[in-house]
Protein backbone atom coordinates (compact mmCIF):
# COMPACT_ATOMS: atom_id res chain seq x y z
CA UNK A 1 0.00 0.00 0.00
CA UNK A 2 1.71 3.40 -0.89
CA UNK A 3 -0.17 5.86 1.24
CA UNK A 4 2.44 6.83 4.31
CA UNK A 5 -0.07 8.32 6.87
CA UNK A 6 -3.26 9.21 7.02
CA UNK A 7 -4.39 13.16 7.27
CA UNK A 8 -6.46 13.29 10.68
CA UNK A 9 -8.57 16.61 10.17
CA UNK A 10 -10.81 17.65 13.68
CA UNK A 11 -13.89 19.28 13.13
CA UNK A 12 -17.20 20.36 15.35
CA UNK A 13 -20.13 17.59 14.34
CA UNK A 14 -22.74 20.17 14.52
CA UNK A 15 -21.11 23.06 13.02
CA UNK A 16 -18.27 21.65 10.71
CA UNK A 17 -15.42 24.17 8.74
CA UNK A 18 -16.80 24.03 5.61
CA UNK A 19 -13.69 24.26 4.02
CA UNK A 20 -12.58 20.52 5.36
CA UNK A 21 -15.93 19.57 3.65
CA UNK A 22 -14.78 20.88 0.70
CA UNK A 23 -11.44 19.04 0.74
CA UNK A 24 -12.47 15.73 2.24
CA UNK A 25 -15.29 15.81 -0.44
CA UNK A 26 -12.90 16.66 -3.82
CA UNK A 27 -10.39 13.75 -2.13
CA UNK A 28 -13.31 11.10 -2.36
CA UNK A 29 -14.08 12.72 -5.65
CA UNK A 30 -10.48 12.24 -7.20
CA UNK A 31 -10.68 8.32 -5.79
CA UNK A 32 -9.08 8.39 -2.44
CA UNK A 33 -10.28 7.19 0.80
CA UNK A 34 -11.67 9.45 3.26
CA UNK A 35 -13.25 8.09 6.51
CA UNK A 36 -15.93 10.04 8.29
CA UNK A 37 -18.71 10.24 11.03
CA UNK A 38 -22.08 9.68 10.09
CA UNK A 39 -25.34 9.53 12.80
CA UNK A 40 -24.21 5.16 13.16
CA UNK A 41 -20.81 4.85 13.32
CA UNK A 42 -17.67 6.00 11.06
CA UNK A 43 -17.40 5.12 7.29
CA UNK A 44 -15.27 5.22 4.66
CA UNK A 45 -15.90 6.40 1.81
CA UNK A 46 -14.96 6.34 -1.71
CA UNK A 47 -16.25 7.39 -5.18
CA UNK A 48 -19.09 4.86 -6.57
CA UNK A 49 -18.36 5.50 -10.01
CA UNK A 50 -14.69 4.98 -9.54
CA UNK A 51 -13.90 1.10 -10.18
CA UNK A 52 -10.50 1.58 -8.63
CA UNK A 53 -11.09 3.68 -5.44
CA UNK A 54 -13.69 0.88 -4.76
CA UNK A 55 -11.43 -2.06 -5.19
CA UNK A 56 -8.76 0.16 -3.44
CA UNK A 57 -11.68 0.31 -0.65
CA UNK A 58 -12.12 -3.49 -0.47
CA UNK A 59 -7.98 -4.12 -0.09
CA UNK A 60 -8.24 -1.40 2.97
CA UNK A 61 -10.64 -3.34 4.50
CA UNK A 62 -9.93 -6.87 3.44
CA UNK A 63 -13.48 -7.10 2.60
CA UNK A 64 -14.44 -10.33 1.09
CA UNK A 65 -15.94 -9.01 -2.79
CA UNK A 66 -18.93 -10.64 -2.64
CA UNK A 67 -20.42 -8.38 0.29
CA UNK A 68 -21.88 -5.17 -1.01
CA UNK A 69 -21.31 -1.89 -0.45
CA UNK A 70 -23.70 1.15 0.81
CA UNK A 71 -24.44 4.27 -1.28
CA UNK A 72 -24.50 7.08 0.84
CA UNK A 73 -26.08 10.18 -0.55
CA UNK A 74 -26.70 13.90 0.49
CA UNK A 75 -30.58 13.85 -0.61
CA UNK A 76 -33.26 11.21 -1.56
CA UNK A 77 -33.54 12.76 -5.39
CA UNK A 78 -30.24 11.71 -5.92
CA UNK A 79 -31.04 7.76 -5.68
CA UNK A 80 -33.31 8.56 -8.91
CA UNK A 81 -30.50 7.58 -11.34
CA UNK A 82 -29.52 4.64 -9.44
CA UNK A 83 -32.63 2.66 -9.01
CA UNK A 84 -35.27 1.10 -11.29
CA UNK A 85 -38.09 1.74 -9.29
CA UNK A 86 -39.30 3.81 -5.98
CA UNK A 87 -41.83 1.49 -4.77
CA UNK A 88 -44.81 3.83 -2.82
CA UNK A 89 -43.53 1.60 0.11
CA UNK A 90 -39.92 3.07 -0.68
CA UNK A 91 -41.31 6.90 -0.76
CA UNK A 92 -43.37 6.40 2.51
CA UNK A 93 -39.92 4.89 4.44
CA UNK A 94 -37.87 7.63 2.49
CA UNK A 95 -39.77 10.36 3.99
CA UNK A 96 -40.53 9.03 7.23
CA UNK A 97 -36.37 7.76 7.81
CA UNK A 98 -34.16 9.71 5.85
CA UNK A 99 -31.88 11.62 6.35
CA UNK A 100 -31.55 8.58 9.00
CA UNK A 101 -30.23 4.92 9.72
CA UNK A 102 -32.12 2.85 7.64
CA UNK A 103 -30.82 1.69 4.32
CA UNK A 104 -32.98 0.46 1.67
CA UNK A 105 -32.46 -2.32 -0.98
CA UNK A 106 -33.93 -1.39 -4.69
CA UNK A 107 -33.21 -3.35 -8.22
CA UNK A 108 -30.47 -1.42 -9.75
CA UNK A 109 -30.35 0.28 -13.10
CA UNK A 110 -26.56 -1.09 -13.46
CA UNK A 111 -25.44 2.51 -14.22
CA UNK A 112 -23.37 1.72 -10.55
CA UNK A 113 -19.73 -0.47 -10.98
CA UNK A 114 -20.72 -4.17 -10.74
CA UNK A 115 -17.56 -4.01 -7.75
CA UNK A 116 -20.04 -1.85 -5.64
CA UNK A 117 -22.94 -4.16 -5.76
CA UNK A 118 -21.10 -7.46 -5.68
CA UNK A 119 -22.46 -8.02 -9.15
CA UNK A 120 -25.78 -8.75 -7.33
CA UNK A 121 -28.52 -6.60 -9.38
CA UNK A 122 -29.52 -4.94 -6.09
CA UNK A 123 -28.59 -1.29 -4.81
CA UNK A 124 -28.32 -0.58 -0.83
CA UNK A 125 -28.97 3.15 -0.23
CA UNK A 126 -29.48 5.77 2.44
CA UNK A 127 -28.86 9.32 3.39
CA UNK A 128 -27.14 9.91 6.58
CA UNK A 129 -28.18 12.21 9.22
CA UNK A 130 -24.75 13.84 10.09
CA UNK A 131 -23.89 17.42 8.98
CA UNK A 132 -20.31 15.74 8.58
CA UNK A 133 -21.46 13.10 6.29
CA UNK A 134 -23.85 15.12 4.48
CA UNK A 135 -21.10 17.85 4.26
CA UNK A 136 -18.38 15.70 2.78
CA UNK A 137 -21.14 13.77 0.47
CA UNK A 138 -21.93 17.22 -1.22
CA UNK A 139 -18.81 18.24 -1.76
CA UNK A 140 -18.01 15.16 -3.21
CA UNK A 141 -20.60 15.63 -5.83
CA UNK A 142 -20.88 11.71 -6.79
CA UNK A 143 -22.58 8.84 -4.80
CA UNK A 144 -20.45 7.61 -2.34
CA UNK A 145 -20.17 3.60 -0.82
CA UNK A 146 -19.12 4.00 3.04
CA UNK A 147 -18.75 0.71 4.43
CA UNK A 148 -18.18 1.15 8.41
CA UNK A 149 -14.38 2.23 8.25
CA UNK A 150 -12.61 -1.15 10.08
CA UNK A 151 -11.01 -3.69 8.79
CA UNK A 152 -13.34 -6.31 8.15
CA UNK A 153 -14.11 -8.53 11.05
CA UNK A 154 -13.77 -5.83 13.71
CA UNK A 155 -16.65 -4.21 15.53
CA UNK A 156 -17.22 -0.86 13.79
CA UNK A 157 -15.49 2.33 14.41
CA UNK A 158 -17.73 5.06 16.95
CA UNK A 159 -14.61 7.46 16.80
CA UNK A 160 -12.16 8.50 14.94
CA UNK A 161 -9.57 6.59 17.21
CA UNK A 162 -11.05 3.16 16.57
CA UNK A 163 -10.61 4.03 12.56
CA UNK A 164 -6.94 4.92 13.29
CA UNK A 165 -6.46 1.93 15.21
CA UNK A 166 -7.89 -0.62 11.80
CA UNK A 167 -6.62 1.70 9.13
CA UNK A 168 -4.22 4.02 9.70
CA UNK A 169 -1.81 4.04 6.68
CA UNK A 170 -3.94 2.08 4.41
CA UNK A 171 -6.18 5.29 4.00
CA UNK A 172 -5.96 9.49 3.15
CA UNK A 173 -7.51 11.03 5.50
CA UNK A 174 -10.32 10.48 8.54
CA UNK A 175 -12.49 13.09 9.42
CA UNK A 176 -12.93 13.74 13.09
CA UNK A 177 -16.29 14.32 14.40
CA UNK A 178 -16.61 13.36 17.65
CA UNK A 179 -18.25 10.07 19.03
CA UNK A 180 -21.12 9.23 16.44
CA UNK A 181 -24.28 9.24 18.41
CA UNK A 182 -26.49 5.86 17.56
CA UNK A 183 -23.08 3.69 17.52
CA UNK A 184 -24.80 1.33 15.78
CA UNK A 185 -25.21 0.13 12.12
CA UNK A 186 -28.04 1.06 9.76
CA UNK A 187 -31.18 -1.18 9.54
CA UNK A 188 -30.83 -2.97 6.17
CA UNK A 189 -34.41 -3.50 4.81
CA UNK A 190 -34.60 -5.25 1.17
CA UNK A 191 -37.72 -3.91 -0.51
CA UNK A 192 -37.19 -6.50 -3.71
CA UNK A 193 -39.43 -8.76 -2.83
CA UNK A 194 -42.96 -9.09 -1.77
CA UNK A 195 -42.41 -8.20 1.78
CA UNK A 196 -40.03 -5.66 2.87
CA UNK A 197 -36.88 -7.96 4.58
CA UNK A 198 -35.11 -6.92 7.55
CA UNK A 199 -31.37 -8.05 6.31
CA UNK A 200 -29.14 -6.82 8.92
CA UNK A 201 -31.10 -5.84 12.17
CA UNK A 202 -29.78 -1.75 13.58
CA UNK A 203 -30.49 1.08 14.75
CA UNK A 204 -34.17 0.92 13.54
CA UNK A 205 -36.31 -1.41 15.10
CA UNK A 206 -39.20 -3.77 12.83
CA UNK A 207 -41.53 -1.99 14.38
CA UNK A 208 -40.92 1.61 14.40
CA UNK A 209 -40.48 0.25 10.25
CA UNK A 210 -43.99 -1.34 10.90
CA UNK A 211 -45.76 1.54 12.13
CA UNK A 212 -44.82 3.55 8.73
CA UNK A 213 -44.78 0.79 6.12
CA UNK A 214 -48.28 -0.57 7.93
CA UNK A 215 -46.66 -4.08 7.75
CA UNK A 216 -44.35 -6.03 9.89
CA UNK A 217 -40.79 -6.84 8.20
CA UNK A 218 -39.75 -9.78 8.14
CA UNK A 219 -36.69 -10.93 9.16
CA UNK A 220 -33.68 -13.01 7.96
CA UNK A 221 -32.54 -15.47 10.25
CA UNK A 222 -29.87 -15.02 12.12
CA UNK A 223 -27.22 -17.18 9.69
CA UNK A 224 -28.10 -15.21 7.12
CA UNK A 225 -27.44 -11.88 8.68
CA UNK A 226 -25.32 -9.94 6.15
CA UNK A 227 -22.99 -9.10 8.49
CA UNK A 228 -20.10 -11.18 9.67
CA UNK A 229 -19.07 -11.99 13.74
CA UNK A 230 -16.86 -9.48 15.50
CA UNK A 231 -13.95 -10.53 15.91
CA UNK A 232 -12.02 -9.28 19.23
CA UNK A 233 -8.51 -9.96 20.48
CA UNK A 234 -9.55 -11.54 23.54
CA UNK A 235 -11.94 -14.38 24.19
CA UNK A 236 -15.29 -12.52 25.18
CA UNK A 237 -18.06 -14.63 27.44
CA UNK A 238 -21.36 -13.38 27.53
CA UNK A 239 -23.68 -14.04 30.31
CA UNK A 240 -27.32 -14.72 30.26
CA UNK A 241 -30.07 -14.84 32.75
CA UNK A 242 -31.68 -13.07 35.50
CA UNK A 243 -30.03 -10.11 36.55
CA UNK A 244 -29.06 -11.35 40.30
CA UNK A 245 -27.97 -14.93 38.70
CA UNK A 246 -25.90 -12.79 35.76
CA UNK A 247 -23.83 -10.64 38.51
CA UNK A 248 -22.98 -14.17 41.15
CA UNK A 249 -21.52 -16.30 37.66
CA UNK A 250 -19.57 -13.18 36.49
CA UNK A 251 -18.01 -12.52 40.12
CA UNK A 252 -17.34 -16.64 39.96
CA UNK A 253 -15.56 -16.63 36.78
CA UNK A 254 -13.79 -13.28 37.74
CA UNK A 255 -12.24 -15.30 40.90
CA UNK A 256 -11.17 -18.52 38.57
CA UNK A 257 -9.80 -16.36 36.23
CA UNK A 258 -8.05 -14.28 38.15
CA UNK A 259 -6.65 -17.02 40.21
CA UNK A 260 -4.74 -17.86 36.44
CA UNK A 261 -3.79 -14.42 36.67
CA UNK A 262 -5.56 -13.33 34.08
CA UNK A 263 -6.75 -9.74 33.73
CA UNK A 264 -10.71 -9.42 33.44
CA UNK A 265 -12.41 -7.09 31.91
CA UNK A 266 -16.02 -6.49 32.85
CA UNK A 267 -18.88 -5.51 30.44
CA UNK A 268 -21.59 -4.13 32.96
CA UNK A 269 -24.61 -1.45 32.88
CA UNK A 270 -23.87 1.48 35.00
CA UNK A 271 -26.25 0.93 37.90
CA UNK A 272 -24.16 -2.24 38.39
CA UNK A 273 -20.81 -1.01 38.12
CA UNK A 274 -19.93 -1.07 41.73
CA UNK A 275 -20.72 -4.72 41.88
CA UNK A 276 -17.64 -6.33 40.00
CA UNK A 277 -13.53 -6.40 40.65
CA UNK A 278 -11.75 -6.05 37.82
CA UNK A 279 -11.42 -3.36 34.92
CA UNK A 280 -14.63 -2.86 35.19
CA UNK A 281 -16.50 -0.83 31.74
CA UNK A 282 -20.22 0.20 32.27
CA UNK A 283 -21.85 1.01 29.11
CA UNK A 284 -25.66 2.44 29.01
CA UNK A 285 -28.40 2.56 31.52
CA UNK A 286 -31.00 -0.22 32.48
CA UNK A 287 -33.51 -0.07 30.33
CA UNK A 288 -32.24 2.57 27.97
CA UNK A 289 -31.28 1.28 24.58
CA UNK A 290 -29.94 4.14 22.88
CA UNK A 291 -27.29 4.62 25.50
CA UNK A 292 -26.41 1.15 25.56
CA UNK A 293 -26.23 1.31 21.82
CA UNK A 294 -24.02 4.52 21.66
CA UNK A 295 -21.08 2.74 24.05
CA UNK A 296 -21.25 -0.77 23.09
CA UNK A 297 -18.63 -0.93 20.53
CA UNK A 298 -16.31 1.54 22.44
CA UNK A 299 -16.91 -0.72 25.44
CA UNK A 300 -15.08 -4.02 23.26
CA UNK A 301 -12.72 -2.16 22.06
CA UNK A 302 -11.70 -0.98 25.41
CA UNK A 303 -11.50 -4.08 27.32
CA UNK A 304 -9.49 -5.88 24.64
CA UNK A 305 -6.91 -3.21 25.25
CA UNK A 306 -6.95 -3.87 29.23
CA UNK A 307 -8.26 -7.55 29.34
CA UNK A 308 -7.36 -10.86 28.46
CA UNK A 309 -10.94 -12.16 29.21
CA UNK A 310 -13.96 -10.34 28.82
CA UNK A 311 -16.98 -11.37 30.88
CA UNK A 312 -20.14 -9.33 29.30
CA UNK A 313 -23.72 -9.34 31.29
CA UNK A 314 -26.29 -10.63 28.84
CA UNK A 315 -28.74 -7.44 27.45
CA UNK A 316 -32.43 -7.99 28.34
CA UNK A 317 -34.55 -8.89 25.50
CA UNK A 318 -36.11 -4.79 26.08
CA UNK A 319 -32.57 -3.69 24.81
CA UNK A 320 -34.11 -5.41 21.63
CA UNK A 321 -32.67 -7.84 19.42
CA UNK A 322 -30.39 -5.35 17.61
CA UNK A 323 -27.78 -5.05 20.06
CA UNK A 324 -28.18 -8.29 21.71
CA UNK A 325 -27.17 -10.07 18.40
CA UNK A 326 -24.04 -7.68 18.12
CA UNK A 327 -23.19 -8.76 21.63
CA UNK A 328 -23.67 -12.49 20.85
CA UNK A 329 -21.92 -11.93 17.71
CA UNK A 330 -18.61 -10.53 19.42
CA UNK A 331 -19.26 -13.40 22.23
CA UNK A 332 -16.98 -16.72 21.74
CA UNK A 333 -19.01 -18.52 24.43
CA UNK A 334 -21.95 -18.54 26.16
CA UNK A 335 -23.24 -19.24 29.19
CA UNK A 336 -26.58 -19.32 31.03
CA UNK A 337 -26.59 -18.61 34.90
CA UNK A 338 -29.24 -20.15 36.85
CA UNK A 339 -29.79 -18.82 40.38
CA UNK A 340 -29.14 -21.54 43.08
CA UNK A 341 -31.61 -23.08 44.52
O1 LIG B 1 -24.76 2.48 9.43
C1 LIG B 1 -24.27 1.99 8.41
O2 LIG B 1 -24.95 1.37 7.58
C2 LIG B 1 -22.77 2.21 8.17
C3 LIG B 1 -22.52 3.70 8.02
C4 LIG B 1 -21.10 4.03 7.71
O3 LIG B 1 -23.39 4.23 7.05
N1 LIG B 1 -22.32 1.46 7.04
C5 LIG B 1 -22.20 0.11 7.10
O4 LIG B 1 -21.72 -0.44 5.92
O5 LIG B 1 -22.47 -0.55 8.09
P1 LIG B 1 -21.13 -1.95 5.86
O6 LIG B 1 -20.55 -2.03 4.50
O7 LIG B 1 -20.24 -2.17 7.00
O8 LIG B 1 -22.39 -2.85 5.92
C6 LIG B 1 -23.27 -2.86 4.80
C7 LIG B 1 -24.27 -3.93 4.94
C8 LIG B 1 -23.65 -5.30 4.76
O9 LIG B 1 -24.25 -6.17 5.67
C9 LIG B 1 -24.00 -5.62 3.30
O10 LIG B 1 -24.05 -6.99 3.07
C10 LIG B 1 -25.37 -4.98 3.16
O11 LIG B 1 -25.25 -3.78 3.90
N2 LIG B 1 -25.68 -4.66 1.76
C11 LIG B 1 -25.09 -3.74 0.98
N3 LIG B 1 -25.60 -3.75 -0.27
C12 LIG B 1 -26.55 -4.70 -0.28
C13 LIG B 1 -27.44 -5.21 -1.28
N4 LIG B 1 -27.46 -4.74 -2.52
N5 LIG B 1 -28.28 -6.19 -0.92
C14 LIG B 1 -28.27 -6.67 0.34
N6 LIG B 1 -27.45 -6.24 1.32
C15 LIG B 1 -26.61 -5.28 1.03
MG1 LIG C 1 -19.37 -3.15 8.48
Known amino acids: MSILDTIVWRVDASNPDPAVLAEAGQMIRRGRLVAFPTETVYGLGANALDVEAVEALFAAKGRPRDNPLILHLAAAEDLFPYVR???????????????????????????????????????????????????????????????????????SPTTAAHVLADLRG???????????????????????????????????????????????????????????????????????????????????????????????????REERAGDYPGQVVPCGREGDTRSVGACLYAALRQLETVADVILAEGLPAEAGAALQRRLRQAASEVVRAEREP
Not at 98 to 120: D, I
Not at 133 to 151: D, E, K, M
Not at 217 to 242: N, T
Open 170 to 268: RIDAVVDGGPTPLGIESTVLDLTGKVPRVLRRGAVSSSEIADVAGVMPEEAPEAAEKDFRCRLRVPLILVEGEAQAVVEKIRSLYTAFAAEGKRVGILT
Open 85 to 155: EVPPLATKLMGAFWPGPLTLVFFGTGRLPAVVTGGLGTIAARVPAHPVALGIIRAAGVPVVAPSANLSGRP
